[in-house]
């Protein structure tokens, strides 16, 4: 049976049904990070957001983002290869160099950013339904492996649904789809809408393997967007990046949910060493910057040398830093108090269901940005989509909801 001849859920079962996934991430979901990531509840990554008309024709750019290990059957499966395009015969050309080495190629229409706009892919393709549905229809009708595609919402709910329905028509086997608008980024980030979220999978075909993204935090974060979207399984982009542990259900484990930095640090460095390429190097100081995010908040001396230490660096003089960062962790746990200073704490409930932590400095966590000069955990934010439903296309949710109330 071809990828094209399986249906969507069939091919979602043969990866093992994953439940937590790695988002596409440029210059951070590259081999050594999918690898750490793996080992602390990953079940699916995404490689980054690759170009693909660089990749089909620049050989000097395709080395750099992509090696002989990049989708190696022991320690990189199951793996999504993405691809932001605006030419279908580009776009196959590039997913043709890796349909052996991957599970599924996937069309980015979700980049938001500003580069994304001056390039004419990612989310600026909402604009342009009739390439959206060549670039997908030319994989589906061409590539050994399935096509995949991750989208953004509109405003507008019934909008959005007839968009999700064409990017399927066109072939895609599963469907991402991003509970912000095109515009919310950066500062104006704001909440995804898992409510949209919900309406499109309630209206789309029963047997659609659906991956939802945005607003995961925590660990548990992951629990209630698969109730509430009532998805095949959720993908995390920043929430991963600054902890890897958030993707970790298995049990309540403080060690692996809101892993130290010191060992985190140390644990991806190893990593790091043993990835061939230039990919994993390159993007190795970004990294050491995130998991450590709070605790240069604290360590700020720690900051302008890793700032001014190259990437090209002998490995020796990065692991003067990681030995640094655990030497200074080694004397937080000689306090008399640890225990107490170690603790994990639950805020309020909020009003979007879930609750903010206070976890201790030296600890991965969430990222907050500032804006306005007030942290997003300490103010209220935009929630994405929030126009109602089209009337008569209530979710299965809503009509469960009116049979109770008849009696």
């Known amino acids: 049976m071809t990828a094209d001849e399986q249906t969507g859920r069939q091919l979602y079962e043969k990866i093992g049904s994953p439940k937590t996934i790695v988002a596409p991430m440029v210059d951070h979901s590259e081999l050594a ?25 620049d050989e000097k750019y395709r080395n750099k983002m992509f090696c002989e290990m990049d989708g190696d059957a022991e320690k990189d499966r199951p793996l999504i290869v993405q691809f932001c395009a605006n030419d279908p015969e580009y776009l196959l050309q590039a997913a043709q160099l890796v349909e052996n080495q991957c599970d599924a190629v996937d069309l980015n229409l979700g980049c938001p950013q500003g580069i994304a706009r001056k390039g004419n892919y990612g989310a600026f393709l909402m604009d342009d339904w009739d390439l959206v549905y060549k670039l997908i229809n030319k994989l589906h009708k061409n590539l050994k492996c399935p096509v995949t595609a991750k989208i953004r919402v509109y405003d507008d709910w019934k909008k959005s649904l007839d968009y999700a329905k064409m990017v399927l028509s066109a072939g895609a086997q599963f469907i991402t789809i991003h509970g912000r608008t095109r515009d919310m980024k950066g500062q104006k980030t704001g909440l995804a809408n898992w409510d949209i979220l919900r309406y499109l999978r309630d209206n ?7 991956f939802a993204n945005g607003n995961i935090l925590y660990p548990a974060d992951l629990k209630r967007c698969t109730e509430k979207v009532n998805c095949d399984a959720v993908m995390s982009a920043e929430g991963n990046l600054y902890n890897p542990g958030v993707f970790w259900t298995k049990d309540d484990d403080k060690e692996k949910q809101f892993p130290r930095v010191d060992k985190l640090l ?9 990835c061939p390429g230039e990919a994993s190097r390159v993007c190795m100081k970004s990294h050491f910057f995130k998991l450590m995010y709070e605790f240069l908040n604290v360590h700020k001396e720690l900051r302008p040398t890793i700032g ?8 020796e003089e990065w692991e003067k830093i990681v030995q640094q ?16 200073l170690d603790n994990i704490v639950d805020g309020p409930t909020e009003s979007w269901g879930g609750h903010y932590k206070k976890v201790p400095y030296w600890r991965c966590q969430p990222y907050f940005r500032t804006v306005d000069g007030k942290k997003q955990n300490m103010r209220d934010l935009e929630v994405a989509a929030l ?19 008849a009696g």
């Open 325 to 340: 960062v655990e030497d200074i962790v080694k004397k937080i746990y000689e306090k008399e108090d640890i225990e107490e």
């Open 308 to 315: 001014k230490t190259s990437v090209n660096a002998p490995f």
């Open 204 to 210: 789309l075909p029963q047997d659609q393997v659906f």
């Open 387 to 405: 126009k109602r439903k089209p009337e008569g296309e209530e979710s299965t949710e809503d009509k469960k909801k009116a049979k109770l109330v």
């Open 266 to 274: 140390r644990e991806y460095f190893e990593i790091v060493k043993t």
């Open 33 to 57: 990070w999918r690898i750490l990531s793996r080992r602390y509840g990953a079940d699916l990554c995404y490689t980054p957001m690759f170009h693909a008309r660089l990749f089909a024709t």
